[in-house]
């Protein structure tokens, strides 16, 4: 979809029940990466709020914070990258990211804008 420029990190949340958080990645990357899901960098978290368990989950959302912003660190791009223009125009990028997503779920159906759709797009707005 980002034709491999764009550095991609997968945030997998609700790890609560996994030591360490890391483990459900390790056990189940292969499943994104057999779907055409390909992450730069793929971390387990647990940001769980409320509840009777508040208080026992904050070591594992300040544990998964720590974790999400050393991935951004290391995952994100050095300069910024410009790949939208590459394609004609930010509504032509927008269709070709919906039409990635239908491919991706196996519905072509929707795959082609309704009719009027790249006119409204493409009409100023006022």
Do not use: H
């Amino acid at each position: 979809m980002t034709k491999q420029k764009i550095p991609i990190l997968g945030v997998v949340t609700n790890c609560k029940n996994v030591e360490p958080l890391s483990k459900w990645v390790i056990e189940n990357e292969n499943i994104f990466v057999a779907n055409g899901m390909n992450f730069n960098k793929m971390v387990g978290t647990c940001f769980k709020r409320g509840g009777r368990f508040e208080e026992s989950f904050k070591p594992l959302r300040e544990e998964s914070a720590e974790i999400v912003w050393n991935a951004i660190l290391t995952t994100s791009a050095k300069q910024p990258i410009d790949f939208i223009t590459s394609f004609e125009s930010p509504s032509k990028f927008g269709m070709d990211i919906w039409k990635y997503f239908c491919a991706w779920i196996g519905d072509e159906i929707w795959a082609e804008p309704i009719p009027g759709t790249m006119r409204l797009l493409n009409s100023n707005k006022n």
